[in-house]
């Protein structure tokens, strides 16, 4: 903003009427621009008033010296015009000129005045607005020669208003006790009521209520410092905040952004309401979704799109059923957190329908943003994804399966709304199934206690055979399947190990020991290329997955980001960790290392050995996809999909042990 634009608004807004403009003009308040900047950028120019007294069409029309100067007429009278004794319309003009007509002139009014009502003269006289009151009560122009004196002696006792934001008849009744004391009202406002907090007006007492309810959680100095222009006005922040700054976007802390409240909660936005005010007196309490202060703008729009068309296609015979299984993803489209696992189980899950029963739908977790997708577009799926709060359309669920990842557990209930959290208590029955895919992210095994009071069963289903055993059943206290994470790779070829590039992929795992091994494998491998896989389509892994001739986890072992460059022919490595590998034995393979240190010294060895000897590559590869079938086989997972829908779980606890797994 130009300083010219800046001193022109601070002038007029000394005498825009916002609420006028708004009512007057209902095209610039559908259009949610602050009016005071409409007014003067273009709302002047188009012979709009800026209030119920001045007429701006009169007043260029008036004075050709000040149309011809192409400034905005109003900002002169106030600034110049009033000084100079300019008229604001022709019934001020009209009105001056009877008063002239019917009035004789005279030194003054001290035979008219008591000593009282002198002293209020004066105490009032920069607050009086003597345009406003010959405008408002032409009644009484020419009854004296000047307004003020009118107010002074009569006008105040007949509850006329001295400026367009004090009330008389509100402020007598508010305050009885200058009432009983038969002092003029708006005298004890200027000299005493507006700093004791008392209102001149029904309207500013709201703007003092909500001032009082935003002021404790406001926070002051981070207001000032993000808006050095308020801070140099010395004006009252929260004032601002409430008059202007939300509708500026403006935010009143470092935690709460007023433009993405108001684009992620669309009833506050269309009822006009402070967002920060609506937050406190009742957002909060119902869970309404926020964003962080830099979640970009264009996520947040895209956002609200996504749940429009979300509403409008949310299928029928999902809101119908009876029995319905949903399945919890991320509300963003990367490829962390087993994301292709979950839509590969709910895959399996639906195409089991006619064994269970139950309608399934993919639905992103309740988030503080409200952030959610309708589609992944990582890898090949023909799944919609809805939005979890749509779970209130379903009114006719009976059952409803609830399957989310381990990740999503800690805080889930805080995130969810009280109408949602009703829903889900009152369905005949609540079954919730936690997907263990990495117990390194397990929640603690208090922070379960609000899903088994709420669910009738709590239940977990553990993708890796290292985390399937008895003391995790126990500490966890839940009824536990081993459900090893299964890809369907039959689309994509493999490719022979005489084909392969130089080409070595690795995980994006921030493990310790990364940077030492990449920069001993860069050292001594010049002729190779690195790619990090980060950010990419699944399809485009799989073809580096195809054409690497190595692969490197730094996360949990044999993961995806071995096991699918193995199924394509591939070797890859891996340190030894026993949360994550069954067994022992795998110390045993020359692709698995004992410790970090041994990866760091051999690492470059081992490839050198399976350059040189593609015979013993392909032997290597074997052995490995033996291994990977023995435990990920299609027919023993389709049969494990059934059990976890008929709840027929391996492992029930036992005894709490008193060491977490």
Not at 289 to 318: C, K, Y
Not at 387 to 412: A, T
Not at 443 to 450: N, S, V
Not at 619 to 625: G, S
Request: with cysteine; net charge negative; proline share 6%.
């Amino acid at each position: 903003m130009d300083d010219r634009l800046e001193a022109e608004l601070a002038i007029v807004a000394r005498a825009f009427d916002p609420a006028f403009y708004l009512s007057t003009y209902p095209d610039v308040a559908a259009s949610r621009m602050d009016p005071l900047l409409h007014f003067v950028r273009f709302g002047w120019k188009e012979g709009r008033n800026p209030n119920a007294v001045f007429d701006t069409a009169y007043y260029l029309q008036r004075y050709p010296d000040i149309a011809g100067s192409a400034d905005n007429p109003f900002a002169h009278y106030v600034e110049h015009g009033r000084g100079e004794g300019r008229f604001a319309s022709p019934g001020e003009e009209a009105a001056q000129s009877a008063a002239a007509a019917t009035t004789a002139p005279g030194p003054g009014y001290a035979g008219l005045l008591t000593d009282r009502e002198a002293d209020d003269l004066a105490a009032i006289a920069d607050a009086f607005d003597p345009v406003y009151y010959g405008a408002m009560y032409r009644e009484v122009v020419g009854t004296v020669l000047d307004p003020l004196v009118h107010f002074v002696t009569l006008g105040w006792k007949e509850y006329r208003k001295p400026n367009s934001s004090f009330d008389t008849r509100y402020y007598l009744e508010a305050n009885p006790d200058i009432a009983e004391a038969g002092a003029n009202p708006f005298v004890h406002y200027v000299r005493h009521g507006r700093a004791e907090g008392r209102a001149g007006s029904a309207k500013e007492q709201v703007l003092l209520d909500e001032a009082a309810a935003i002021r404790p959680e406001f926070d002051i100095p981070y207001y000032l410092a993000a808006n050095p222009d308020v801070r140099d006005a010395g004006v009252d922040p929260v004032l601002h905040y409430i008059l202007h700054g939300w509708k500026e976007e403006r935010n009143p802390t470092p935690d709460f952004n007023s433009a993405a409240y108001l684009m992620l909660n669309e009833d506050v936005e269309r009822s006009g309401m402070n967002p920060f005010l609506h937050y406190i007196r009742g957002g909060r309490r119902e869970k309404r979704p926020n964003a962080d202060i830099d979640t970009p703008q264009n996520a947040l729009l895209g956002s609200r799109i996504i749940r429009q068309l979300q509403d409008a296609t949310f299928p029928a015979h999902i809101e119908n059923a009876k029995a319905l299984c949903v399945f919890l993803v991320p509300e963003h489209t990367g490829m962390g957190g087993g994301v292709l696992s979950l839509f590969t189980i709910a895959g399996a899950v639906g195409r089991l329908r006619r064994n269970h029963g139950y309608e399934v739908v993919l639905m992103t977790r309740p988030n503080r943003s409200d952030l959610t997708i309708t589609r992944h577009d990582k890898f090949r799926n023909s799944e919609d994804v809805f939005r979890f709060s749509q779970l209130l359309r379903c009114q006719s669920v009976e059952r409803l399966y609830i399957h989310m990842p381990e990740y999503m557990v800690s805080g889930f209930m805080t995130q969810v709304t009280d109408e949602l959290r009703d829903y889900l208590a009152s369905r005949q029955h609540l079954f919730i199934n936690i997907t263990n895919q990495n117990i390194q992210m397990m929640p603690r095994r208090e922070e379960l206690e609000d899903l088994r009071v709420l669910a009738d069963e709590l239940t977990q289903s553990v993708a890796h055979p290292a985390s399937f055993t008895q003391q995790t059943a126990d500490f966890y206290n839940l009824p536990t399947l081993l459900l090893p994470a299964y890809v369907d790779l039959s689309g994509y070829e493999p490719i022979d190990v005489s084909d392969k590039e130089k080409l070595i992929i690795y995980s994006p795992d921030p493990a310790p020991y990364r940077e030492a091994v990449l920069a001993a494998l860069k050292e001594a491998l010049p002729d190779y290329r690195f790619v990090e896989i980060f950010k990419i389509t699944f399809d485009t892994f799989m073809d580096l997955a195809s054409r690497c001739m190595f692969s490197i986890s730094f996360g949990e072992g044999f993961d995806g980001y071995i096991a699918q460059p193995i199924c394509q022919g591939g070797i890859g490595f891996a340190v030894y960790n026993e949360t994550f590998f069954h067994s022992e034995t795998l110390k045993d393979l020359p692709v698995i290392f004992a410790d970090p240190e041994d990866m760091i010294a051999n690492i470059v060895a081992r490839i050198r050995d399976f350059e040189a000897d593609e015979e013993m590559y392909r032997q290597v590869n074997q052995d490995l996809k033996a291994l990977h079938d023995s435990l990920y086989k299609r027919a023993d997972y389709i049969k494990r999909v059934g059990q976890l829908m008929r709840r027929e779980f391996d492992l029930l606890p036992q005894a709490e042990p008193a060491e977490e797994p």
